[in-house]
């Protein structure tokens, strides 16, 4: 069916709605009040083809928040399940609206969904809104991770409502516009197979080739290509993760996207300190997310995944099972080799060498003992190929030279291998200490500029930027441990 075009730009297209009906439900966003943006992200905008000037004032502020639809959207929102800190649970969509499918003047497809539009079926006692701080921490950490060229979900906008939401306190609502290459999970695939049947599973799977693998279509068994090309992604997605010092910190399965970008910035966080064992989320009391366990749990979402995808795999369920199990096996060897190739860039190693794990696991320990901030220390090491004077003294310690000596046998050019290092190590991560007082200035006071400033130093990280440099000093020595709320 052609796509229904608007004087916006929007060319809306519903494919996702072509699937078996209890898939979702057909809802409208709930009317704001007095809606106003906050934040409106018009180079997104223009990449997707919108007419960024006319979706930058009231018209905009009425589309994002809900109050108006533009013609041909059809809202839904979607059902789905997912495991929650390991526990298996009926979710959905309880305060998101999917708008539908906008195709960019490429044909290139993405979902367009209000956040905190107002409740749905799947809202299970909650009032469906969201407030302002949480969504615009959604929108600086997605842009952060865009200009970091880490695969993410991003937003259009951000708007206040013109009314309050109570969680602790009484707070602005908001309203966030998330684009996604599909909102498609593992937690939607486990909803199929425990509360559709195997019809919906292959239908969602079939619907899941089309969309993001149509490479898989003509494989000899094509549902085995679609489990390993998503587990490809994830692997690949993570390594970048932990290539940045990036704790999501609610890796559950409804968080995990078939697509392979980042979704859901809650209590997400960045690394100071390198530790492994770094948990940020208030709610994560057993540090089953922590920084260091990121692909063990992928791995776990996998075979998830792999359990719902089951009676597509083989014919024969032993063989099913089987295949399923040396799939899920072989998994932590993918899992480890991105990582691994993540940290040989990081550390500018050309190729490979059977030292590399050893090099690189000594590198780590030694940021670990001295608790040596996880990005600056490594954007500093270029520093020890050029003739560039050393500005920490941790540079200059007895166990760095001792390391530093078996990292210049195994590096040749210098000068060229420093220069790749800073394109593969940022300047400029989210500080976290950052994040919050830009959010304070603008939740508390309605004062947008930190966070604007943040936002344009973001947006180019691995850039020097000279007039920016106090935006790259870790949190103070004596601040209280960082904690990050789910923000529902």
Request: glycine share 8%; with cysteine; net charge negative.
């Amino acid at each position: 069916m052609p796509p229904t075009s608007t004087s916006s730009g929007w060319r809306w297209n519903h494919t996702y709605a072509a699937l078996p009906d209890a898939f979702y439900t057909a809802v409208p966003p709930t009317p704001a009040p007095a809606p106003s943006l906050v934040v409106f992200n018009a180079t997104l905008a223009r990449s997707l083809g919108l007419a960024a000037d006319r979706l930058g004032g009231e018209h905009g502020a009425a589309i994002f928040s809900g109050s108006a639809l533009p013609g041909g959207a059809e809202p839904i929102a979607q059902a789905y399940a997912g495991h929650q800190f390991g526990n298996f649970t009926m979710l959905g969509d309880g305060r998101a609206i999917l708008l539908g499918e906008h195709l960019t003047p490429d044909d290139r497809r993405v979902d367009v969904q209000l956040k905190g539009a107002g409740r749905t079926p799947y809202s299970r006692g909650g009032d469906g809104k969201a407030a302002l701080g949480p969504m615009l921490r959604e929108h600086l950490i997605g842009e952060a991770m865009h200009g970091l060229g880490i695969p993410t979900t991003r937003s259009l906008a951000v708007i206040v409502t013109g009314e309050p939401v109570y969680r602790e306190t009484e707070l602005p609502g908001a309203v966030l516009t998330r684009v996604a290459d599909s909102h498609l999970r593992v937690g939607t695939f486990e909803y199929a197979a425990r509360f559709v049947g195997p019809d919906a599973v292959q239908a969602l799977a079939d619907y899941a080739i089309a969309r993001h693998f149509p490479e898989v279509r003509d494989a000899d068994r094509p549902y085995r290509a679609l489990w390993e090309a998503v587990a490809r992604r994830q692997a690949e997605l993570i390594a970048r993760w932990m290539g940045v010092g990036f704790v999501h910190g609610v890796m559950n399965t409804d968080n995990v996207a078939i697509a392979g970008q980042t979704l859901d910035y809650g209590p997400c966080a960045f690394l100071d300190a390198y530790d492994p064992a770094a948990v940020f989320s208030s709610i994560d009391q057993f540090g089953r997310y922590a920084y260091g366990n990121q692909p063990t749990i992928t791995r776990w979402n996998l075979a998830r995944l792999a359990e719902a995808l089951l009676p597509l795999f083989d014919e024969t369920p032993e063989a099913a099972l089987a295949w399923a199990q040396e799939a899920v096996d072989g998994l932590e060897r993918t899992l480890f080799d991105a990582w691994l190739n993540e940290m040989r860039k990081k550390l500018g190693l050309d190729g490979t060498d059977e030292g590399d794990e050893a090099l690189i696991n000594d590198w780590l320990s030694w940021m670990q003992a001295d608790k040596l901030d996880f990005t600056n220390t490594f954007r500093g090491l270029s520093a020890a190929l050029v003739d560039t004077p050393d500005t920490d003294a941790c540079f200059a310690s007895e166990p760095f030279r001792a390391w530093q000596a078996r990292w210049l046998d195994r590096i040749a050019d210098r000068t060229a291998t420093a220069e790749r290092m800073r394109q593969h190590n940022p300047a400029f991560i989210p500080r976290n200490h950052r994040v919050e007082a830009a959010l304070d200035a603008a939740v508390q006071n309605g004062d947008l500029d930190p966070y604007r400033r943040l936002l344009a130093a973001l947006a180019r990280p691995y850039d020097d930027q000279p007039k920016h440099d106090e935006l790259r000093e870790p949190a103070p020595a004596n601040a209280p441990p960082y904690r990050t709320f789910c923000g529902t």
